[in-house]
């Protein structure tokens, strides 16, 4: 698996400043074009690894980034934790970064933001956009499920181990060998004297919560964003049943869909088939 390097960009919006910390992976081939990743909702860059090491390694710059508040980027005050303030905060870090027109590959909440920008009309930025188990009008159960568990309590963990077990529990990343499922507890974990706490601010709770419950809606967001445009879904996600994928087929007849059959919600993106989906169609879209 490729090794990234481990930088960072300030970003800022209408007085909001923001570190934002990135994984980049190196293109190993001929460069083809830039994928720019972005997680879900409590999680962080490095579970781009896998992906992010397979693209780098057919010829693509991967730039797998912390959101506010995640991993090694800054935090924000409580009320500035939403999806407004995260899509315009990326908006600046890509242009701030030159980067080309991106292949934008955004997990649950890292597609919400994509939709987000492009309804602040920021479509110009994506030359491909893959949804991993997010759409325009995400599950209203799911959504509350999630935000039940999103609380500012918290807790210590005695190990990774420990984690890795409850991991497995909440977190059906489908059927991926161990290696994955300790990469994907491991770093989302920090050490803390009496053992281990998650990577994330906890304040992010206090505007997730109540966003979770409510309807979410980026129609007019998705709209905008005219690029290609791909959905991989976990076969027996929650978030994209039968119904939302029809919803975003309706609004966009032309999307790929590959389902990952043993995930919910998130497939890992660590499995070959998927792998192969997720390249193919970037691949695709950069000679569009």
Request: hydrophobic residues 45%.
């Amino acid at each position: 698996m490729s090794q990234p390097q481990f930088q960072k960009i300030t970003a800022t919006t209408d007085g909001l400043s923001c570190d934002i910390a990135y994984a980049r992976f190196d293109a190993q081939a001929e460069k083809k074009g830039t994928v720019v990743a972005v997680h879900g909702l409590t999680r962080q860059k490095r579970d781009f690894d896998f992906i992010a090491s397979h693209l780098a390694e057919t010829g693509y710059d991967v730039y797998a980034m912390d959101t506010p508040g995640r991993g090694d980027s800054g935090h924000l005050t409580p009320d500035m934790y939403h999806l407004d303030a995260y899509a315009a905060l990326f908006a600046d870090a890509l242009q701030k970064l030159t980067l080309p027109p991106v292949h934008w590959l955004g997990t649950s909440m890292g597609g919400l933001i994509a939709m987000t920008m492009g309804a602040q009309g920021q479509a110009h930025l994506f030359q491909s956009l893959t949804l991993v188990d997010i759409t325009h009008k995400p599950n209203a159960a799911a959504c509350a499920r999630i935000a039940d568990y999103v609380v500012e309590a918290s807790p210590v963990l005695e190990s990774v181990a420990q984690y890795l077990a409850i991991l497995k529990q909440n977190l059906p990343l489908g059927a991926v060998p161990e290696n994955v499922w300790h990469h994907y507890a491991l770093h989302q974990l920090r050490k803390v004297d009496g053992g281990y706490m998650f990577h994330f601010d906890p304040k992010i709770a206090h505007l997730a919560g109540p966003a979770l419950r409510s309807p979410i809606d980026i129609t007019t967001g998705l709209q905008n964003i005219t690029c290609p445009l791909a959905l991989v879904a976990g076969g027996l996600s929650d978030f994209c049943t039968a119904a939302e994928i029809q919803t975003l087929q309706q609004l966009k007849p032309a999307v790929k869909i590959h389902i990952c059959p043993d995930a919910g919600h998130i497939p890992a993106l660590a499995d070959a088939p998927t792998q192969d989906f997720i390249t193919g169609f970037i691949d695709a879209a950069a000679q569009a």
